[in-house]
């Protein structure tokens, strides 16, 4: 399995930006999928999961009602909406994929991309 992450670059606040990431390799559909960020000197975090079929999204408190993950399963593609950016939202964001339900947890995903990264200016 591969996933290539694009879409990221540099955003005034208030701001969007729309991430894309394409699985390869296997069966889409077969995946949840996930949204992790990391920003300099600072741990990998949880920011949002989309289950198998799209039915179900979780996302991280700190970006609820700003951003949004959807899925394309004809396209192999899970997207995330991000508007309202904010400084803090800097960071370079991951898309992972698990064969199982959506989680918050990092290590529980089987598949990461490479990363591409978002720069939010004050």
């Known amino acids: 399995v591969q996933l290539q992450a694009s879409g990221g670059g540099l955003v005034q606040a208030g701001g969007s930006l729309r991430l894309s990431c394409v699985l390869s390799?296997?069966?889409?559909?077969?995946?949840?999928m996930g949204w992790f960020r990391q920003a300099p000197g600072k741990e990998r975090e949880f920011v949002a999961g989309?289950?198998?079929?799209?039915?179900?999204?979780r996302y991280a408190d700190s970006v609820k009602g700003r951003f949004t993950i959807s899925r394309d399963n004809a396209k192999n593609t899970v997207y995330l909406q991000m508007n309202i950016l904010r400084p803090e939202d800097t960071a370079v964001y991951y898309c992972?994929?698990?064969?199982?339900?959506?989680?918050?947890?990092?290590?529980?995903?089987?598949?990461w991309g490479q990363g591409t990264e978002v720069t939010v200016s004050s």
């Open positions: 992972a994929a698990r064969g199982v339900s959506i989680s918050y947890v990092l290590s529980d995903y089987d598949y």
């Open positions: 390799g296997r069966t889409y559909s077969n995946y949840a």
């Open positions: 989309i289950s198998k079929i799209g039915v179900t999204t």
